[in-house]
């Protein structure tokens, strides 16, 4: 295993697939499909051949003795003025897992998946092509969807010879595979390892997700002739409500790891948004995450209750309205600890964290077990082309994934 090789794939995909501006390699555009060409052309290099499933997610196999699976996968697609690492870093160090084991039968399979479309940059629908293999896909929500250009989605996905009704298809190639474990690198895309200085970490599974808007309805009033104990102020309902939002929060937080949770009001909107006239109408949007189901759900009911309190207080009405949500996904306990053992080999630690974000990796654990693992991110910066890990906690996080690698090939 060569971290060195791998750095050097990714500065060279940088510079590829990169400008000035950080990288270009949105989903289902040239500068994707040339990254995919490259990579492919690594991929042939090693006698290996590539397959895309119905959903334009593309799988490369190394067959083993036994058909057990172990699957690497990332994504090779990044938002507009990417950073260099944000998906690609999971794709080179699973080219490296192939070339650890090209040329030769081992005890098991091994399979890279790219998944397509996983930041959803251009659709505003993020982890497409995993959630079409994982069947969680519902292809009318995303028949409509166009980009800011008005390029409908089903015309982008023909253009790359996908078919929007068939995307689901691949959900019986997964269903293939004798998948006993799904392996992702990525970057963390947070500040968490670099507040505690370390090069690489284990994670614990993806957060889940309550997202509502809170409408508070109350009454327009002039500002200059109305008292304050007669007046029905949306906004400073939606105002106490959005400071208990963040108690509830800073309450249901624990020390250990993945014990911590956030929420964030994200959007106010106020009515008639006059300066003479008391808000008659408040709305904000909630989003609470928590990796643990149950606190996610304790955090929701909180909110509820100290909505209706604020609202009470300030003689107004208040209803919500569901926009979003999905729950924790908590990773393979045997996998999350063959993961400790590969990052305490490399680095002598292994710090526990969750993932704030959703990964193609959260599609598949209904389905197999799955763990990730971290890279440091400088200064906690990604999707921006500042996005950074610093060379030796690089090497680092390529060398334990590998080893995990290896320990889950022996494991399944
Ligand atoms: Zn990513």
Redesign the pocket.
């Known amino acids: 295993m060569n971290a060195q090789r791998v750095i050097a794939d990714l500065r060279e995909l940088a510079a590829r697939t990169g400008n000035a501006d950080g990288a270009q390699r949105l989903a289902w555009g040239p500068v994707w499909r040339d990254a995919r060409a490259w990579f492919r052309a690594k991929v042939d290099a090693l006698g290996l051949a590539t397959r895309t499933d119905a959903a334009g997610n593309n799988w490369v196999t190394i067959a083993g003795a036994s058909p057990k699976t172990v699957i690497v996968g990332?994504?090779l697609d990044s938002v507009p003025n990417g950073g260099w690492l944000?998906?690609a870093l999971?794709m080179m160090a699973g080219l490296e897992a192939l070339r650890m084991y090209a040329g030769t039968t081992p005890p098991v399979t091994l399979m890279l998946v790219d998944w397509a479309d996983?930041?959803g940059a251009r659709f505003s629908r993020s982890l497409l092509g995993s959630s079409a293999a994982s069947g969680e896909l519902i292809v009318d929500e995303v028949r409509g969807l166009a980009d800011r250009q008005g390029v409908r989605l089903v015309d982008a996905l023909a253009e790359n010879g996908i078919a929007l009704d068939r995307m689901t298809e691949a959900r019986t190639h997964l269903q293939t595979i004798d998948a006993r474990a799904y392996l992702e690198l990525?970057?963390e895309?947070g500040p968490v390892l670099e507040s505690m200085n370390k090069p690489t970490g284990v994670v614990l599974g993806t957060f889940g997700v309550e997202r509502h808007t809170i409408r508070f309805t109350g009454q327009a009033a002039h500002s200059g002739s109305t008292p304050i104990p007669m007046r029905r102020d949306a906004f400073l309902a939606a105002a106490q409500t959005a400071l208990a939002c963040r108690e509830i929060a800073l309450r249901h937080s624990k020390p250990g790891p993945g014990q911590n949770v956030v929420c964030t009001v994200g959007v106010v909107n106020v009515e008639p948004k006059i300066v003479t006239a008391v808000p008659g109408v408040c709305e904000i949007s909630l989003d609470q995450r928590a990796l643990d189901a149950t606190v996610l759900a304790a955090m929701l009911h909180d909110a509820k209750a100290a909505a209706d309190d604020a609202a009470r207080a300030n003689h107004v009405d208040v209803s919500w309205r569901h926009i979003w949500r999905i729950d924790p996904r908590p990773f393979d306990p045997a996998l999350i600890r063959l993961c400790e053992e590969a990052v305490r080999e490399e680095t002598g630690d292994a710090p526990r964290l969750p993932s704030g974000?959703l990964?193609d990796a959260a599609e598949m654990v209904p389905h197999m077990p799955v763990v990730m693992m971290f890279a440091y991110s400088s200064n906690g910066l990604s999707h921006c082309k500042e996005e950074d890990t610093p060379e030796p906690h690089l090497e680092k996080s390529v060398n334990a994934f590998l080893r995990l690698v290896q320990k889950t090939m022996a494991h399944v």
Do not use: L, T, W
Request: aromatic share 0%.
């Open positions: 990332s994504h944000d998906g999971g996983e930041e990525h970057i895309q974000p990964h």
